[in-house]
């Protein structure tokens, strides 16, 4: 059973630490000129020009801090972890806000089944995550944010909700009305059949009776004797998930953010249900400018999933030998909008060219670097391409191998571009 909590608003009593950030990562600089990134957006279903200027807004859900970290959360984190290089590389600031779900059912159910207190289990996730993040170079979000430590900002957010309407009661439990939200379905664009069973599938209760529309999502759930609540002006219990995020997000980024991500399971509804709050709270709009999703890593057959045990853990590989910057450079040789199944020649591929790639870079000098360079910035530029960015760095090393060059820099940037872009340490 998980241990009942009751305490005031977290910020109110001061009494939830703070959840801290992982260390930042240098990113050495590059010459030449970077190219205007391009991402695939699921709102409008096309590449579209992430313009930033000098400062990118970013916000990556983030995990919920109960079997972490599996190799289908790495890439997914890898995959922004590449935008926010690109806009590094490009000069700007970059805002980077992530979550993490430190309250949600999953994990208390998770806590009760093995009989750990929920705190405890989050608490121990969460060092897992940072140290995986950390090994696997990962640059850190400039905010990482828990929704235990936000209840109260989740709890304001819910009573305008119920203030303007767009919220209403069913017993003790406080609903959003998707209604209130004309672009609503907007996102992920999926028919009426399609919403309802993902809506059934992840989180939601389509068919709770005293709902007004079988989609509308829970907003905050009141107390139940055994689970964790919190007093707040919409009175004791819990947020519900998509609204912990849509606090967060505004209130570390605000409106109009450049990049909604997180892996192609949150598409709908947890995407959907965030840009239509924000855009009912604020009146404003888009909640953000792109929505970028990342494909799923499957294992035998099935999405790596908690829920079906089929998880490959960094740690475990990390405890078992294998190079940190092997196992970056497996999720890599994966374009990541694609799902795929992660393999042991997917990762023997990637050991192999690593090992290509350090013995390239180790004499003074190589062959021109200055294509390479460029040829890796336009496949990342466009839409992410890191496989066409790998061919670069293989046809660099390639020639390397046959025919050594003579120039005396070469080496040099060739490490510094998988450094900077790809996050590559050679
Ligand atoms: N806490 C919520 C988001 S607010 C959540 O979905 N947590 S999670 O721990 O389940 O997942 C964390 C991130 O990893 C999400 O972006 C999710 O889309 C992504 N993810 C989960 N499973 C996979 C997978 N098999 N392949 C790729 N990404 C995955
Ligand atoms: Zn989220």
Known sequence: MARQFRGRSSKAQGRVAHVYSWPEVSLPALPGAPQPLQLFDTATRSLKSVEVGSHARMYVCGIT????????????????????????????????????????????????????????????????????????????????????????????KVRALLDSGAAYYVDQDIYFDVTSDPNFGQVGHYDAATELAYFAERGGDPDRPGKRNQLDCLLWRGTRDGEPSWDSVVGSGRPGWHIGCVAIALDHLGMSFDVQGGGNDLIFPHHEMSASQGQVLTGEQPYAKAYVHAGLVALDGEKMSKSRGNLVFVSKLLESGVDEMAIRLALLQNHYR????????????AQARLKRWREAVAPPTGPSADETLAAVRTALAGDLDTTAAIAAIDRWAEHQATTPGDDPGAPGIISRTTDALLGIAL
């Open 65 to 156: 801090p109960y079997d972490a970290t599996h190799i289908g959360h790495a890439a997914t984190y890898l995959t922004f972890d590449l935008i926010n290089r690109q806009w590094r590389d490009q000069g700007a600031a970059v805002s980077y806000v992530q979550n993490v779900t430190d309250i949600d059912d999953p994990l208390l159910e998770r806590a009760s089944a093995t009989g750990v207190d929920w705190r405890d289990l989050a608490t121990d996730q969460i060092q897992l995550f940072r140290d995986d993040m950390t090994a696997l170079r990962i640059l850190p979000p400039t905010s990482f944010v828990s929704v235990v430590e936000s209840i109260e900002d989740v709890a304001i």
């Open 338 to 349: 694609t799902d795929w199944e992660w393999t042991d020649s997917n990762l023997h591929e």
